[in-house]
């Protein structure tokens, strides 16, 4: 194993002629993808991967300067392709994991032969005429209270992400995946994302791009995915599905599942 692939804790699993990679979004990690992972196996070669800071990470490796904008894990994905030599993937990416896609196939777009999104936003602050679903202050606030106490925060935004109580095992596991973050690491990627504005790429995305969002989303509005779909260079097309919470392929997997696996097979009909 490379020590790129022993960094992000790669596992290489199934066997096929396409590979797709698994991204997971802030305070999850790879198996946040378990209920998905059975249904790929037999037809494809699938790649799950840790990004830098999760909680199954060494936290050592944590450039707090490098993982200040997106490019920097950007850059790790395409660093995990190469040393596995991946030619191209399909590269199917959650919350701050679809902007990550998308920086990487801008970066290197023969890589990838296109990207599936799940709960992916390019900016959460509104602007004039843009709706992220937060305000600045909304933001200072959530930061605040991540320094004040760590514990304390992820027992009340785990059921806010998902669209339920402590009671809801998706609950409990993005509670624990949360929690297993170093708190200073956890504020840093938070600040990260929720800070960046990566609207100005999304015209130099090629590659097609299917979009899929939950109805009800704490973290990205409804809107959110039809900006994306405006705005992407290449071919896009969205669907959103009657599910609730930010983390909808853990908490609403009998919904998710069949939609994720039709974007995977089949391409946007130009």
Request: aromatic share 10%; net charge negative; with cysteine.
């Amino acid at each position: 194993m490379g020590l790129v692939e022993e960094a992000h804790n790669v596992k290489i699993v199934g066997s096929g002629d396409q590979t797709i990679v698994l991204a997971h979004g802030f305070g999850t990690d790879q198996s946040v993808w378990k209920h998905l992972v059975p249904y790929l196996v037999e037809d494809y070669r699938v790649i799950l991967f840790d990004n830098m800071g999760a909680g199954t990470t060494n936290p050592d490796y944590f450039d707090f300067e490098r993982y200040s904008t997106l490019e920097g894990y950007a850059y790790d994905v395409i660093a995990i392709l190469e040393e596995l030599q991946i030619q191209s993937c399909i590269f199917v990416g959650h919350s701050v994991s679809a902007m990550i896609g998308v920086v990487a196939s801008i970066t290197r777009p023969d890589l990838f032969t296109k990207l599936v999104t799940v709960s992916g936003s390019p900016r959460y602050l509104n602007d004039k005429d843009y709706y992220g679903g937060f305000e600045q202050e909304d933001i200072q606030q959530l930061f605040e209270a991540m320094r004040t106490n760590y514990k304390a925060w992820c027992d009340g935004f785990a059921p806010l992400a998902i669209g339920g109580d402590m009671e809801i095992v998706a609950v409990q596991e993005f509670s624990r995946t949360l929690f297993n973050m170093r708190p200073d690491i956890a504020l840093s990627v938070a600040q990260t994302i929720f800070q960046s504005d990566m609207r100005h790429l999304l015209p130099h995305v090629t590659i097609p791009c299917h979009i899929i969002q939950s109805m009800k989303d704490l973290a990205v509005p409804v809107a959110v995915s039809e900006y994306l779909h405006q705005n992407l260079g290449g071919n896009s097309i969205v669907e959103v599905m009657q599910t609730d919470g930010h983390l909808p392929q853990l908490s609403s997997p009998n919904v998710v599942i069949p939609v994720l696996l039709r974007h995977i097979r089949y391409d946007i009909i130009a």
